[in-house]
């Protein structure tokens, strides 16, 4: 009983199948009693359960022999001490754990044999389908090859059925019918898409012309007003630009005074200049210290280039752009040239903003105020008030300054136009000169230089007279 209940303790996942049949009563002893099968049978067998003979050692001969040994020999019994253990060991017990292992591994067994046979049917089948697969393709191919169809067709079907019997052609398809109908409704259609086609791509067409010959002749309009016109080629623009700038005439300012004509949707023409848009002119404000007055020094006069142009017309456009462009450097050249004044008492305030004293009680300021705005941000005088002493002195300033920055363009032209002196005879520069204020600041000195003279004068005369 001790040798069937160890049979319980077989690991079924390590239990390897044969696909072979039963043996047969005369061959399920296979110690000790010669089998029936031959080796040939025996040594596959054996190949598929246990893998190549190389990998047969002694080792592995001895562990098996014990593994066996552990199924076949009887367990001793286990001493315990205590009555539970005592009772788990008595005969009774031992009896009933036997027959329950016996009837598991018999229905083990069955199943085992049942899943084999299955296994067995359905390879057969499989077998079988493949061979009269086989046999169909060999006897389709013996129709066009009879010595490759005959080599691989069965002893039975080349008993029975003669070679080349099967054969197979090709189903032509019958000629389609042509429906005349339809193939005119598609050529109609097609020729109506095209129509439409082409009727769109004339509208789209007829209004590109239209939006051209508008362009083209604000840009006739332009060069006829002797505007210089010129190629532009930048990564993001190819094409017509107009030169609103002053370095032909001598400018060596930073900005060269390049705008694109660029075209809109409707066909006219939008200036588009370097940087952002320019919005601010130099404003000429006289200040003095008015007695009574709450202030230090209150605007008594001032003045701004008037250059509020109508935008709408391109050409007025290409004229602000200049205009402002020139102020601009205007203040540029007074700002650079307040550092060669700083001894006079020139103070520009890094704010576009620049104060010129006259005397103690009078100073001119200068500063870039915005085309809208009309007054400076500190003044409370307005630019339409009617004209003062202080205003008219304020316009001349502004006109001076202007003139005197066309002077040196005027200067700068003539300086490249003339012929270079040879390199020996080149005499070295001694710095920079003050072009624009100095020669406003001597002339704006004049009258406090004249007072300060009269009083001297008449002080020295006064004494004379005394002393006689």
Known sequence: MASQSSLSSIDKDNLLISLEPTPLADEREYYGVKSARNLSQIIPQITLERGSFANVTEERLRKEILKQSKFTTPTSPTHTSSPTAAAANSPENADDDDTTAVAEFSETEEQLAKDRAEIVRLISLAQNEAAVALDFVSLLISSVKPAAGTTSMSPHLRSH???????????????????????????????????????????????EGKRELRYWQQVRDIALSGEVLSKIRTPDYRGLGVRYGFGDVGSNYKEKGIATLRRTKDGSIVLKTEGDRRTK???????????????????????????????????????????????????????????????????????????????????????????????????????????????????????????????????????????PQPLGSRSVATGTKSEILEPLVRALSVGSIKDGLAALLGELIASVKEGE
């Open 161 to 207: 059925v003669p070679v080349g019997s099967l054969g197979a052609d090709r189903i032509k398809a019958t000629p389609q019918q042509d429906d005349h109908d339809v193939c005119l409704g598609w050529k109609v259609h097609a020729v109506t898409a095209a129509a439409d086609r082409l009727s769109s791509a004339a509208t789209r067409l007829e209004a």
């Open 281 to 419: 002119v130099l404003s000429v404000s006289v200040q003095r210290n008015l007695p009574g007055s709450d202030a230090e020094f209150t605007t008594t006069g001032k003045h701004a280039t008037d250059i509020n142009y109508d935008t709408t017309e391109f050409r007025n456009e290409i004229k602000q752009a200049r205009d402002l462009l020139f102020e601009e450097e205007l203040f540029f050249e007074i700002a650079r040239e307040t550092r060669l004044l700083v001894s006079q008492g020139i103070i520009f305030d890094f704010g576009d903003r620049v104060t010129i004293p006259i005397d103690t009680n009078c100073k001119v300021r200068l500063e870039m105020i915005e085309l809208s705005s009309t007054t400076p941000d500190d003044s409370e005088m307005d630019l339409d008030s009617p004209p003062s002493p202080d205003s008219a002195i304020a316009e001349g300033i502004n006109s001076a300054l202007h003139l005197l920055l066309s002077k040196i363009h005027r200067k700068n032209l003539k300086q490249r136009r003339s012929i």
